[in-house]
């Protein structure tokens, strides 16, 4: 037995990248999952490999588009009647594009709000007040080090990650007196294929490429937070000690590293 053994755990942008190695390594656990992201054929893919690799038999997916709030709220409560409760909500769904301010289409700037924060609000408020009813529970948003420290070409971005860190820090100190944690996750690059849609040129991959996190090490750190009271998982430390410096010295840091701030 696990301390994740028949938790309910529901993600969302399950089918790819950060989401499908958490789903993995929580099946691992012997959770319960519901996975949900557009994709609904990739999320049938990795149901039939956990059930194969792990004997799980309680994997639900649904096809869910986090920016539509009426589709939020029917899965929502289609999850809430099949399993009753859901212990842990991941919100890993997300999607950014890099350009120049004045370079940003309109249509992208209102989708990456609409997905990265309107669609994680609609999620987090489709559970809440079951938590807060049941006096338990745990919400994990997935943010950016881009929440902390905004650099050139991702000023939409980086706006809607700092948008997603102080939702999570309201609600933290909220949701606390109901005994529900609430976990910000903020990492740096991670090697998945976000940086398709963010960066289709590559040149930013090709810059920072070494220096990426892979999903596997960031899902593993998320799943080792589950049901304790972690305010923030910050990877790299050696990212988040910049982000930290930048919040006591930010004209020393947009001075220094202007250089390598450019290279996305």
């Given at each position: ?20 190695e ?44 986090v920016?539509?709030?009426t ?7 289609e ?7 859901i212990?842990v ?29 309107l ?13 807060q ?12 080090q ?9 000023s ?18 909220e949701?606390?007196?109901d ?7 903020n990492p740096?690059?991670?090697?998945t ?16 490429g ?7 090490k ?5 799943i080792q937070?589950?049901?304790?009271n972690?305010?923030?998982i ?21 001075r220094?590293?202007?250089?390598a701030f450019?290279?996305?």
């Amino acid at each position: 037995m696990t301390r994740l053994q028949g938790k309910t755990i529901v993600i969302t942008g399950a089918s790819s990248g950060l989401g499908y190695e958490i789903a993995k390594l929580a099946a691992q656990e012997g959770a319960k999952l519901v996975l949900l992201a557009r994709r609904l054929d990739r999320l049938q893919l990795l149901k039939q490999k956990i059930e194969q690799d792990f004997a799980q038999k309680d994997v639900l997916v649904y096809s869910l588009d986090v920016s539509k709030r009426t589709n939020v709220e029917e899965v929502f409560a289609e999850i809430f009647t099949r399993c009753g409760s859901i212990d842990v909500l991941i919100n890993n769904a997300g999607f950014g594009v890099f350009d120049y301010a004045h370079e940003a289409k309109w249509e992208e700037t209102e989708a990456m709000f609409q997905v990265n924060v309107l669609g994680l609000i609609a999620c987090t408020q489709a559970v809440m007040s079951h938590m807060q009813a049941r006096r338990s529970g745990h919400i994990i948003n997935i943010a950016s080090q881009a929440g902390k420290m905004a650099t050139p070409k991702s000023s939409v971005y980086a706006a809607t990650k700092h948008a997603v860190l102080g939702y999570t820090n309201s609600l933290r100190m909220e949701l606390a007196r109901d005994h529900v944690h609430v976990t910000a996750v903020n990492p740096g690059p991670i090697a998945t294929d976000f940086f398709a849609t963010a960066d289709p040129s590559g040149a930013y991959v090709a810059n920072v490429g070494k220096w990426m996190l892979q999903p596997e090490k960031v899902a593993r750190a998320i799943i080792q937070a589950i049901g304790t009271n972690k305010r923030e998982i910050n990877l790299p430390k050696w990212m988040n000690a910049g982000s930290v410096f930048y919040t006591l010295f930010p004209r020393v840091v947009e001075r220094l590293g202007r250089k390598a701030f450019f290279k996305k």
